[in-house]
């Protein structure tokens, strides 16, 4: 018994290794080898791919499908997570490295062994995944203007995707959002193109530093790197009243100048990928322009690496989504695009396309640049020599040194709107040492309201347990000194606050998260409670106003009553940042990124528009000395 029992095994084992070296090819071909050039190596691979084995490459799908029978029986060559789509809830590193190697075993199980590319919205940090650091929105990064900062949040974020087995990051989104009523406009990080641009300095920390004389062409720098992806191209901040996914109309000029900008910056830094956007620009919808995919990006800017669709955007190419699905299937991939996020009917997406290349309706050549494409950046960022995840980077996971990063990106992204009613009566910053101090609202204790949208979930959560992070509350407890008493409560009434005899207030009130367009707003207030919260405390003490939204919002009403202000955006997990600027270990640097309107009736209005009329406007800031100084940018 005990010998049967190794024998049998011991024979299935070398009838597998037969089965496995007749169907693969031996390890001395070309494309295995990376002392090959990279041109050879993709060459050599395409010539022995099937025409399945081509459409394959082309499909991405969600991991709640990517099972390895499918990767295997389908030849797919790639998988993502949506917004929330996680391998459990509060993964591990080890857990989430484990769920994408086995994705990525059934990718090199394959005849021709190709590793599939495991994509993420890793768009401020790792954000789908528990105990990484939340970097700021972008909305607040571009507040810093500081470009190397960026840099480092990108390396940072590549470390921290790596850690987790993945190896493409679905950022930097370099929209310019011309109207603060999209609901993404959090992810933009100004209105004004010229700091989009500077911003895109991101792509190198999260890919590596191209090498000279790679401009243009896509780099991957190793296994601590992540592939990026410039998105949504183009236009998609500048959709009418900035509905989501909706049309851009603009002229040429307009196009080029302010929507196309960052694209030149971003294919420069050799960005591996460019995901296309939802909108419409003049009516055509992005998922169907060739003119601009594939005569302006990849013909004329020379982009070499591939265009991904947006999650189902192929899809709603027309009206309803998915009306016509062979129509849709035709005019994006002839439209230029490489990869379809597809990302759950792969069958269908599959026999369509086929069909339509047997059929000759989708030319042969149009897969081959497709295929070509995705190879090279396999190939580039070393993919085929370093498929699998490395469990030894988990401990860069939310990193005490990312986490001070993050810190350091949050005092820096802070902007000081008021401080007190002239430059002779600042309030800030204030005392550490004061009897009482009352901290009220409802984002001062809450770690999903700090964070918003594309934070855990899709949507976000306005929970504090839904991740590792320090609170606004908690930060201003661990700032001010022991003898200083801290009262929380969320929503006082003025009689409370008037009967306590408070030193002062800060009050912490904003937007509950959200993300695409459930973000969309026609009014952008600041929903209840927070401005009752506003005036029963600051009519009553000297107080502090701290907002933490995705956009300017409505303040005109209150801020002659607030004593000071603090546009704080959506700073993520380390809001000790906040105490560090509002109690004077650092000042007040921060600049409008964006134009702070009056009333909702002036927008869309952005800085350089004639009838230029804001409660604050672009560039604006006020500053404040801080006793600590930077070490190095
Ligand atoms: C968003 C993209 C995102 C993708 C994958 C889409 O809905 O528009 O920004 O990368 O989903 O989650
Ligand atoms: C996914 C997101 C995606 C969105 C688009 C959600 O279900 O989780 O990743 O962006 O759908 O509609």
């Known amino acids: 018994m005990g010998n049967l029992s190794f024998v049998l095994p011991a024979l299935g084992f070398l009838l597998l290794c037969c089965a496995v070296s007749a169907k693969q090819p031996s390890t001395n071909v070309k494309y295995k080898d990376p002392k090959q050039p990279l041109r050879t190596r993709v060459k050599d691979l395409m010539s022995r791919m099937t025409l399945e084995e081509k459409i394959g490459q082309m499909v991405q799908i969600d991991l709640s499908v990517a099972k390895p029978e499918v990767m295997t029986k389908y030849l797919i060559g790639s998988v993502l997570s949506g917004g929330g789509s996680v391998p459990a809830q509060k993964a591990s590193p080890e857990t989430w490295v484990n769920a994408v190697n086995d994705i990525q075993k059934a990718a090199l199980s394959t005849r021709l062994g190709i590793p599939m590319i495991y994509g993420i919205d890793a768009v401020h940090g790792h954000n789908n995944v528990y105990n990484a650091t939340i970097f700021p929105h972008n909305v607040g990064l571009g507040v810093t203007r500081d470009p190397k900062l960026v840099r480092r949040i990108g390396e940072a974020t590549a470390l921290e995707v790596r850690a987790t087995g993945i190896q493409y990051a679905f950022a930097p989104c370099i929209a310019v959002c011309r109207d603060p009523r999209w609901g993404r406009c959090y992810e933009s990080y100004s209105e ?75 294919v420069d830094k050799g960005v591996a990928t460019v995901m296309i956007s939802y ?72 026999d369509e396309i086929t069909s339509q290349v047997k059929r000759k309706i989708i030319p042969m050549r149009r897969i081959n640049d497709a295929v070509e494409r995705i190879l090279r950046v396999k190939f580039t960022m070393g993919l085929f020599e370093h498929p699998m995840g490395d469990h030894s980077l988990a401990n860069h996971l939310g990193s005490k040194e990312h986490r001070e990063l993050a810190r350091e990106a949050v005092r820096k992204s802070l902007v000081l709107l008021k401080n007190g009613e002239n430059a002779d009566s600042p309030i800030l910053p204030l005392p550490k040492k004061a009897k009482k101090l009352l901290v009220a609202g409802t984002h001062a204790d809450n770690l999903g309201n700090q964070c918003g949208g594309w934070t855990i979930t899709w949507q976000g959560l306005n929970t504090t347990d839904l991740t590792i992070g320090t609170t606004i509350l908690t930060a201003v407890k661990n700032t001010v000194d022991p003898t200083t008493q801290v009262v929380h409560i969320e929503n006082p009434d003025r009689e409370f606050v008037e009967s306590n005899g408070f030193d002062y207030a800060i009050v912490v009130v904003g937007e509950p998260p959200y993300a695409e367009g459930n973000g969309d707003s026609t009014n952008l207030t600041i929903p209840e409670p927070g401005p009752s919260t506003i005036t029963n405390v600051c009519g009553s003490v000297k107080c502090v106003v701290v907002i933490v939204s995705g956009r300017p919002v409505i303040t005109q009403p209150y801020i002659s009553g607030i004593d000071a202000l603090v546009a ?35 927008l869309p209005m952005n800085f350089g528009d004639p009838n230029y009329d804001p409660l604050f406007p672009f560039g604006f800031g006020l500053t404040t000395e801080g006793k600590r100084q930077y070490m190095s940018k």
């Open 192 to 266: 004004d193109h010229r700091i989009v641009q500077q911003m895109t300095e991101i792509i190198t920390g999260l890919q590596g530093d191209l090498p000279a004389k790679q401009k243009g062409i896509p780099f991957v720098d190793g296994k601590r790197k992540v592939a990026a992806c410039a998105k949504h191209f183009v236009g998609d901040g500048g959709t009418v009243r900035g509905i989501n996914e909706n049309n851009t109309v603009i002229d040429k000029k307009g196009l080029f100048n302010i929507h196309m900008a960052a694209y030149h910056d971003a």
């Open 279 to 350: 909108s419409s620009l003049n009516g055509v919808k992005m998922h169907a322009n060739k003119k601009l995919v594939t005569g302006f990006l990849k013909n004329k800017l020379k982009f070499k690496g591939f265009v991904i669709s947006d999650w189902q955007g192929i899809d709603k190419i027309t009206y309803p989504p998915h009306s016509n699905y062979s129509y849709s299937v035709f005019a994006s991939v002839t439209a230029g695009i490489d990869m379809i996020m597809v990302p759950y009917n792969y069958t269908e997406f599959i």
């Open 568 to 602: 704080a955006w959506l700073p993520g997990t380390e809001g000790q940042g906040v105490a560090d600027v509002l109690f004077g270990d650092y000042g007040f640097t921060g600049k409008l990124a964006r134009t702070w309107f009056k009333t909702v009736d002036q």
